[in-house]
């Protein structure tokens, strides 16, 4: 999809929890919400079973869960929502460990984004300390990792939701008259 010279589509954004507590989870959405807008979509809660990074601090039984939100934005705005989830993630913590552990992320049709405060030789420095990972490639039917994709993501384990939110997506901007 070419727009023209300097014209970029908008992007869907979304953000993902690694948490053990439904209850908190569901808070954070509502106060997020409330400064981002409505949710349009939330994932099933798939265990966080690939990797125990997160287990001295943030515990057992520990789930990742995607929600997304129904407004399109700019693409760069992905830095103003990733600033505030730190913010959340520093309320939320207790005894000075996280009990939320929060990546907000974009798709657009071809590729699914992460930010990060981490630089990396594959990151792009976006500003604001904040970089962007290039996690996965979109297709119509099709998902594709890289091989610096987190192992959960390469999995295939979120493919249906991210497919799906990107029908959505797709959807989106056809009511925008951006795509035929």
């Known amino acids: 999809m070419y727009l023209g010279k300097g014209k970029f ?8 929890v690694i948490h053990s507590n439904e209850n908190l989870f569901n808070l954070f959405m509502k106060e ?6 409505e949710i ?4 099933d809660a798939f265990a966080f079973d690939f990797t125990d990074y997160y287990k001295p601090e943030m515990g057992k039984n520990l789930v990742r869960q995607f929600f997304s939100f129904k407004d399109l934005t700019e693409g760069d705005f992905i830095v103003e929502i990733k600033k505030k989830c730190l913010e959340f993630e520093e309320k939320f913590s207790e005894n000075g460990k996280r009990r939320l552990n929060i990546d907000p ?4 049709l ?5 930010v990060s405060e981490k630089y990396m030789g594959h990151k792009i420095y976006l500003r604001n300390g904040i970089c962007a990972d290039m996690v996965l490639l979109l297709g119509k039917n099709k998902i594709t990792p890289f091989m610096w994709t987190f192992p959960d993501f390469k999995s295939g384990k979120y493919d ?5 939110l990107r029908r959505t997506y797709k959807n989106q901007l056809k009511a925008k008259n951006l795509i035929p």
């Open 9 to 16: 589509p908008p992007v869907k954004n979304f953000i993902s």
């Open 32 to 37: 997020i919400s409330s400064l981002f807008g």
């Open 40 to 43: 349009d979509s939330v994932s």
């Open 105 to 108: 992320g974009y798709i657009d």
């Open 110 to 114: 071809y590729k699914l984004v992460l």
């Open 160 to 164: 249906e939701y991210f497919l799906s």
